[in-house]
């Protein structure tokens, strides 16, 4: 397996997703948002940053560039496609995964370490986690607050597509724990067949213990365990 990371004008965080990937031994190349090739056997990934300096709504633009398309043939023949931050909200406004992010309900930037619990194990990228551990991974965005209509929210729920919620450190899910005013604490959310991922946390960025932590670097192990390929 190999990564394809993608890079939309204004996207900052390839580097960082290509380091983390590296560091459970998973190469990746670089893919410039006009291009249209996706191999079958990449994982796919939407990095973070501003995408076309977040004009109109954060995605909204970059949602219409030539590679999208590639990325949606490309989950819809099965394959593995996690959008992060940024690229969780332009895979919102792509149509690829429900509800939207609006602004933090502080009207604040928010940098901070979280802690997420994995309420879902039925996809590549949960079904490793161990769902009794907190995993403590950074956020850094202004429009992170999840929000769908109460039918979206309970379809999720029932259908076991809420991929993780915001909790505290012992892994209780409280309105304390929750930095932006997520519905039901939601930190990530999978498409129907479970191969897209949302989420607005950055694994990247803790994936280096000199770095404050390596805990995101169970989300990409756990990837690699659901194709059969040893981790690093």
């Known amino acids: 397996m190999r990564a394809a990371v993608l890079v939309f004008p204004g996207t900052w965080s390839d580097s960082d997703c290509v380091y983390a ?6 190469p990746s190349r670089r893919v410039w948002h006009r291009e249209t090739r ?10 973070g ?11 909204a633009i970059a949602r219409f560039s030539p590679i999208m398309s590639a990325v949606q043939a490309h989950a819809a023949r099965g394959g593995l496609v996690i959008g992060i ?3 969780f909200q332009i895979l919102c406004e792509a149509g690829m995964l429900p509800g ?11 940098c901070q370490d979280v802690h997420l619990r994995a309420d879902s194990l039925a996809s590549p ?6 769902p009794t551990r907190a995993l403590r991974v950074p956020i ?5 607050n999840y929000f769908a209509d109460d039918a979206t929210l309970d379809r999720l729920e029932a ?7 915001y909790c505290d450190a012992s892994g209780a899910v409280t309105p304390e724990a929750n930095p932006n005013g997520s519905l039901r604490n939601i930190a990530g959310v999978l498409n129907e067949a479970g191969n897209v991922l949302g989420m607005m946390p950055h694994p990247e960025r803790a994936c280096d213990p000199r770095l404050g932590g390596d805990d995101g670097n169970a989300i990409w192990r756990s990837v690699l365990g659901a194709v059969g390929v040893s981790a690093r």
């Open 100 to 110: 939207v992010l609006m602004r933090n309900a502080s009207l604040q930037f928010r």
């Open 49 to 59: 940053g501003f995408s076309y300096g977040d004009y109109l709504r954060c995605g």
């Open 159 to 165: 259908t076991g597509r809420v991929a993780f919620r």
């Open 140 to 144: 850094s965005h202004g429009e992170g």
């Open 38 to 47: 996706i191999d079958p056997d990449e994982l796919v990934v939407l990095a």
């Open 21 to 26: 990937l590296e560091q459970v031994g998973v």
């Open 85 to 87: 931050c940024n690229g």
């Open 125 to 130: 990228f949960t079904q490793g986690l161990d």
